[in-house]
């Protein structure tokens, strides 16, 4: 089975211009999370989604923005990007709603603005 | 803010146990204790998770306390690819979610 995959790996930009990452989940899961990850901040929740619908967003400004579609594949945007969006941005799925389960990461896209 | 307390960083003989502690103090009946692991530059592994009964799988044994105040993770025989930074993490309550607060974790180094 085909674990959680993330586009690009590693990507580049400059201030101000606008990104826009993938993350294809494990087949059959519904659940598709982000998460931001730097050294200053560690690992910090974006948002979450199910079923297309977004179901909690974490502390970040509306410059960051996601969408899932039906076929639960997710995708998060971030618009004006600025030095301190550099990061490694993690996807994670998981399959057992309302009941405790657990996240299944991708590797991540490293996103470096200069 | 997380809802954990972790040591910054421990140093485990190869062979040895490594035990994690990891102090929960504000935890809600309804929450779950994770861990996760994070071996450099990829993402985070899930390792086990909890409610108030021990635990044991392939990769490790979780013990919590029975005021579920604090928790070990136990990685019995550790190696040197047990390096990695680990996260101990107090689920939300709120059912259908899957918000994780990360803490800054533990760094484990196994030594050879």
């Known amino acids: 089975k085909a674990g959680v995959t993330q586009t690009p790996r590693y990507l580049i930009k400059t201030r101000g211009q606008q990104v826009t990452l993938s993350c294809s989940p494990i087949?059959?899961?519904?659940?598709v999370s982000w998460y931001q990850q730097t050294p200053g901040q560690g690992l910090q929740f974006l948002f979450e989604?199910?079923?297309?619908?977004?179901?909690n967003k974490g502390n970040f400004p509306g410059r960051f923005s996601g969408r899932q579609f039906s076929n639960s594949r997710s995708e998060m945007n971030v618009s004006t990007l600025e030095l301190g969006d550099s990061a490694l941005y993690l996807c994670?799925?998981?399959?057992?709603?309302?009941?405790?389960?657990?996240?299944?990461f991708g590797e991540g896209s490293r996103l470096t603005v200069l | 803010d997380a809802k954990t307390t972790q040591p910054t960083s421990m140093d485990c003989a190869e062979g040895r146990a490594a035990n994690l502690p990891c102090n929960h103090s504000t935890i809600s009946g309804n929450e779950y204790v994770y861990w996760y692991r994070q071996i450099h530059s990829q993402g985070p592994q899930y390792i086990i998770h909890?409610?108030?009964n021990n635990e044991t799988n392939e990769m490790a044994s979780l013990i919590i306390t029975e005021d579920r105040k604090s928790s070990t993770l136990i990685l019995p025989h550790a190696t040197l690819r047990d390096t990695a930074v680990y996260y101990c993490i107090v689920r939300p309550g709120t059912s259908g979610t899957y918000k994780y607060i990360f803490g800054t974790g533990t760094r484990l180094k196994v030594l050879a």
């Open positions: 994670a799925s998981s399959s057992r709603d309302l009941q405790p389960g657990e996240l299944f």
């Open positions: 989604y199910f079923s297309e619908t977004q179901r």
């Open positions: 087949s059959g899961h519904r659940s």
């Open positions: 909890g409610l108030k």
